[in-house]
């Protein structure tokens, strides 16, 4: 396990993507098809093994730096951006 990796808080991960996450990509990492079908994108289960087979910087990547249609989300960097990452590893199956 990674330094970022064991110091990175769930539940202050929970909270953030609570916050900043959960409109689009719904409470439990399955999209919002309001959201889908509004902003016209083809949203991944945050679930899937496909987007859970990604490495922890990819996934940080991904909510600091935006990818496809999503922008960046501004209210999740560094330590915050690990706890979020932290907290969507708990959905991995």
Do not use: F
């Amino acid at each position: 396990m990674t330094a970022g990796a064991s110091a990175a808080d769930v539940k202050a991960g929970q909270t953030a993507y609570e916050k900043a996450c959960k409109s689009c990509h719904g409470a439990d990492g399955t999209p919002n098809p309001a959201m889908v079908k509004a902003l016209k994108v083809d949203m991944r289960d945050l679930k899937s093994p496909e987007v859970q087979a990604q490495s922890d910087d990819q996934l940080k990547k991904a909510i600091t730096a935006g990818t496809g249609k999503m922008k960046p989300v501004a209210s999740v960097t560094g330590d915050s951006a690990n706890d979020v990452v932290a907290y969507m590893r708990t959905w991995k199956k």
